[in-house]
Each structure stands twice: as structure tokens, then as C-alpha cells.
């Protein structure tokens, strides 16, 4: 089975760095994504790392290490509009997506 | 642009009766799409895997007959909630396979609340 760990939540304040982390151990991987979704709204496209190291696009980087079933998403210089729920879903060998259970991010002013 | 649509985005049905859900790849065509299920605050599940062309592959758990699924072309996708109750009450998210087989795309979701 495919069992994939982030934390419930995190708070963090405006202009702030948040680092979500999540772990992962599925049945063959070919890639792990993350995807934003605000409340009652479909999830959208962040990352995909399938090859260890840190992509970077923007404010948001993901940093993925295969050998430790470990990857971090990075929210630089946080808005309030970055509030919402980030999934880690991981891509198994039937390219099938496995969700984490998200981790909610509430930006204080 | 979007590059998945669902119809419709919200429905509220009594118990009993069938609801259904589409789901269009509107800019390249499909042979693959996915359906999931999210409960309030919890993370998606996948329900079923639409081919089109053939029978969908259900995931462990998910009841086929309640669950209708018709990949009847390559844009199009269906999912029939048939004697909905209560329970079935939930946001219905379909996503398509992109070209790189390794994307998906996600269409805005469908909230079903069954009373």
C-alpha cells in the first residue's frame, strides 16, 4: 500500500518562509508532485521532482530525496493569498497519484 | 485557459435518485481519466481509473454498480452516483491524463450533497 505523511498544519506570518515536509513509501515511484488547493476548488499543479535535488520556480521550490522517501515544499515571502492546502501526491509504478492528507497553511498578516 | 471542465460544479439531490457527473478534456484528447472522491478536509481518493474504450479499473473498496463510469469518447467521461444516499455526499474531482502520462490535470470539481 502507499502511505504518505505531512503535517495537518502550519501557521506562519506574512513575508515569512514555510517548509512543509513530506514523507512517503509507495509501491515504485516515478515522481512526486504538489499541488495547491483552496477550499471547495480543484487542486493546481505546483511541482513534480522525480530526480533527487531542489527545483525552484518563483516563491515556491520542492526538494525531493529518494533514497530517504523525503520531500519538502518551500513558500517563500508568503501572501495571504497563499492560504490554502498543500497535498503531496506521489506518482507509483501504474502512474497512479497517491495523496497525502494535505497540510493546511494559514498566513497571518 | 482550463484544460478540464466539469458539469455540473454543484448538484443536490434527494436519496434514492442518480446523479450524474461529466468530465471534457477540452485541449488535447484522452485516453485516461481519473476520478477521485474528497471528504471534507481529508485529501482525494481515487475512485476509479476511466479508459476509454473499455471497462473502468476500480480501486479496492469502491462499489462498481453504485459507481457508473463511461469513457465514451476521447473527451468525454462519466460518473454516475445511482441510488444516492447521504453518505455518497462529497466533492467529485476528475483529472486527465496529459500527454506526458506523468501529468494530470484537474478539472474544478463537482460538490454533491445528497438529502
Known amino acids: 500500500g502507499q502511505n504518505i505523511d505531512q503535517p495537518t498544519e502550519m501557521t506562519a506570518t506574512e513575508g515569512a518562509i514555510v517548509q512543509i515536509n513530506c514523507t512517503y513509501q509507495?509501491?515504485?515511484?516515478?515522481?512526486l508532485f504538489w499541488y495547491q488547493q483552496h477550499a471547495g476548488e480543484a487542486p493546481t499543479f505546483l511541482s513534480y521532482n522525480v530526480l533527487d535535488g531542489l527545483e525552484e520556480k518563483g516563491r515556491f521550490s520542492s526538494f525531493l530525496s529518494r533514497s530517504k522517501g523525503y520531500s519538502y515544499l518551500l513558500l517563500k515571502e508568503l501572501q495571504m493569498k497563499d492560504s490554502a492546502s498543500y497535498l503531496c501526491a506521489v506518482s507509483s509504478n501504474d502512474y497512479k497519484l497517491s495523496f497525502g492528507a494535505g497540510t493546511t497553511v494559514t498566513v497571518r498578516a | 485557459g482550463a484544460v478540464v471542465s466539469q458539469h455540473p460544479s454543484r448538484v443536490i439531490c434527494k436519496s434514492g435518485t442518480s446523479v450524474k457527473i461529466e468530465c471534457r478534456s477540452l485541449d488535447f484528447q484522452a485516453t485516461t481519466m481519473f476520478w477521485y472522491r474528497q471528504f471534507p478536509k481529508k485529501s482525494l481518493m481515487l475512485m476509479a481509473t476511466s479508459n476509454e474504450g473499455s471497462k473502468a479499473t476500480y480501486e479496492q473498496g469502491v462499489e462498481k454498480d453504485k459507481f457508473l463510469i463511461n469513457h465514451a469518447s476521447l473527451t468525454l467521461s462519466t460518473l454516475t452516483v445511482t441510488s444516492a444516499h447521504p453518505e455518497d455526499s462529497s466533492f467529485y474531482i476528475c483529472?486527465?491524463?496529459?500527454?506526458?502520462?506523468?501529468?494530470?490535470?484537474f478539472g474544478p470539481g463537482t460538490r454533491l450533497t445528497v438529502t
Open positions: 509507495t509501491s515504485g515511484f516515478n515522481g
Open positions: 483529472s486527465v491524463e496529459g500527454p506526458g502520462s506523468y501529468e494530470q490535470y
